[in-house]
């Protein structure tokens, strides 16, 4: 081993995240550390700095380095270690081996690791961090076995680096959501920075304007002291911000959301001109549509219609142990009280309507929705038959791309109905692909995506019959005169 060997490193390799790093990687107040953000903003690669300097100036800083998938590791976050060693003329002092690298001056090691099953992860006792790269692609309980199993010394980190994802994601909704986070003043180019009341949860938001690398280093006076100007990635990103503005949002400025790759079922719904804030209007009837799946959750969408603009004002799309039509009858009473409502229409999948064997002669899921909301005298709306799926999606993207006489809106609330409609994929026969998925504790295998898509589709090819018939028939339709304004219909 060598010893006895001090490395000065310029600053001007570092990006402003990197010293925020070297701080909270010595403070054992904080257990964990996240960073998120946009493409191009350094992320991993500030990340790895901060590890390899860590690594060459103290003993038994040893990282666990996990990705979801073990066949991504050698092309991501793997190389990043390698190369950043080369890149500084390091070679003699880390011994790089597949899946592992040591520091010969201190005896720290980092090992690499795929993880398939979260069961495989033991004995992590010995490592000061783990580090989650891409932590979106793990299932929550990933998370949860690690944090018992990381134990047995002072100052043990979790890292996690992740890019954009949907706000339904549970990093968000079961992670970040339940954490009181305070934004921290901005003092240095960093795009925001959160820490929690309890001081050991710290979150780091980052995009490509953050990164020295890309659009340089300027003192005041507005001259270059440091970094490097990209200039053909800035002008890509400035592209993406006039062409495609949701792109730009989520891949350049790295704020939640779904990027669209290709093949999505919605084809023409799009968040920046489709979802909006939507209030309750008193004085236009309540519309609700079904799927009659309890898993994920059951699929209750609260909708108003005034002409031809349809409104998704609400969901009630209730997990276990709520997801069951008692418990989303009794909230929907909650959130719109018997006084207050001017008429209620129940729509949903006709096949729901079939007589159930464990129920009395004559009862389904309707007969007990009606029931149970038998004192808003709800008035039941059901074809003969369901839509095709394929040739109702076409009609509703048709309405999206302000090709019909309809016009469909989403509340920016309903965050579980967005979230699907942004990741139901087409499958080949034109269908909604139901791809199925297992979930990480109780083993129930449920369909992902698709149960509010199912939903808005029995609705508004119901709602809007006439319409529908036409476009199957070829019809022609007037197109709205100002379809994206929307005041005068009073929403």
């Not at 490097?228 to 959301?257: A, C, M, P, R, S």
């Not at 959750?297 to 142990?321: R, S």
């Not at 709602?463 to 009073?490: L, R, T, V």
Request: net charge neutral; hydrophobic share 30%.
């Amino acid at each position: 081993m060598v010893q006895n060997v001090k490395i000065d490193f310029n600053p001007d390799l570092f990006n402003d995240l990197y010293w925020h790093l070297k701080k909270d990687l010595d403070n054992p107040l904080i257990r964990y550390i996240w960073m998120y953000g946009g493409s191009s903003a350094s992320k991993t690669y500030t990340y790895v700095q901060s590890d390899i300097t860590a690594m060459l100036e103290k003993k038994d800083e040893n990282v666990m380095v996990l990705r979801k998938f073990g066949v991504d590791i050698k092309d991501s976050i793997y190389s990043d270690y390698v190369g950043i060693i080369n890149d500084w003329g390091l070679q003699d002092f880390f011994k790089c081996q597949i899946n592992y690298i040591e520091c010969l001056t201190t005896g720290s090691y980092i090992r690499f690791r795929g993880l398939d099953d979260s069961e495989k992860i033991k004995g992590l006792a010995r490592f000061k961090r783990v580090v989650l790269e891409e932590i979106s692609q793990f299932d929550e309980i990933d998370l949860k076995q690690i944090r018992k199993r990381l134990r047995g010394r002072s100052n043990q980190q979790i890292i996690g680096i992740f890019n954009p994802i949907s706000e339904e994601h549970w990093l968000k909704t079961n992670l970040f959501d339940k954490e009181n986070l305070i934004e921290q003043p901005i003092t240095t180019n960093i795009t925001e920075h959160y820490i929690n009341d309890k001081g050991n949860f710290v979150v780091y938001k980052v995009n490509y304007t953050n990164n020295y690398f890309i659009v340089g280093k300027w003192d005041k006076k507005g001259k270059l002291i440091g970094g490097f100007v990209d200039q053909h990635t800035i002008d890509d990103f400035e592209k993406d911000k006039q062409t495609d503005f949701n792109y730009y949002q989520i891949y350049g400025l790295g704020n939640w959301g779904k990027i669209r790759t290709g093949g999505e079922f919605w084809k023409d719904f799009n968040t920046n001109n489709h979802v909006i804030k939507a209030i309750w209007n008193e004085d236009f009837p309540i519309h609700l549509t079904f799927d009659e799946n309890v898993n994920p959750y059951l699929t209750c969408l609260v909708w108003q219609v005034q002409g031809k603009v349809a409104i998704q004002i609400d969901e009630i799309c209730l997990e276990d142990p709520r997801n069951r039509l008692k418990h989303v009858c009794a909230e929907f009473k909650v959130r719109y009280p018997l006084q207050r409502v001017k008429g209620l229409f129940i729509y949903g999948d006709r096949t729901s309507w079939k007589e159930d064997t464990k129920k009395e002669k004559g009862e389904n899921f309707f007969t007990d929705a009606t029931n149970l909301l038998s004192n808003y005298n709800p008035k039941l709306r059901l074809q003969s038959v369901n839509p095709s799926v394929a040739q109702s999606g076409a009609f509703i993207n048709q309405c999206y791309a302000g090709n019909t006489d309809v016009t469909i809106y989403i509340g920016d609330k309903c965050k579980k109905s967005i979230n699907d409609y942004q990741y139901a994929l087409e499958d080949s026969d034109g269908t909604i692909k139901k791809t199925k998925k297992t979930h990480p504790i109780t083993k129930v295998s449920y369909e992902e995506y698709g149960h509010c898509s199912d939903a808005k589709r029995y609705f508004i090819t119901t709602a809007f019959a006439a319409e529908y018939e036409m476009y199957k028939k070829g019809g022609k339709f007037i197109k709205p005169i100002s379809g994206k304004n929307i005041s005068k219909h009073g929403y």
